[in-house]
Nanobody
Framework: VQLVESGGGLVQAGDSLRLSCVIS????????MGWFRQAPGKEREIVAA?????????YYADSAKGRFAISKDNAKNTVYLQMSSPKPEDTATYYC?????????????????WGQGTPVTVSS
């Protein structure tokens, strides 16, 4: 399994940014895809997640609700994180991850596959 993120960079507060994660090698559709982030000196935290198989089943951290949107394109094997109105506190390295998922909370997924991360810096 390989996950490759892209789309990070420097953005001004209030602008939009879209992160992409291309996935290859998943053996079936029973997976959840998550976006995580880790800021310097802080623990990694989940930002958003979705079920690859169950359409519309998503999770958002409180910090992301109303500002970020996770989506996927099955044909392109790609998951996106649309960041609208980012704030300086959103500055972090963002990681895409995948883990087996069949039902239940997306917070209980064991994400065993990770991308290399893409840095996002939001300037004020």
């Amino acid at each position: 399994v390989q996950l490759v993120e892209s789309g990070g960079g420097l953005v001004q507060a209030g602008d939009s940014l879209r992160l992409s994660c291309v996935i290859s090698g998943l053996p079936h559709d029973n997976y959840a895809m998550g976006w995580f982030r880790q800021a310097p000196g802080k623990e990694r935290e989940i930002v958003a997640a979705l079920s690859w198989r169950i359409v519309g089943f998503k999770y958002y951290a409180d910090s992301a609700k109303g500002r970020f949107a996770i989506s996927k394109d099955n044909a392109k094997n790609t998951v996106y994180l649309q960041m609208s109105s980012p704030k300086p506190e959103d500055t972090a390295t963002y990681y895409c991850a995948a883990g087996p998922y069949f039902s239940g909370s997306l917070l209980r997924v064991e994400y065993g596959h990770w991308g290399q991360g893409t840095p996002v810096t939001v300037s004020s």
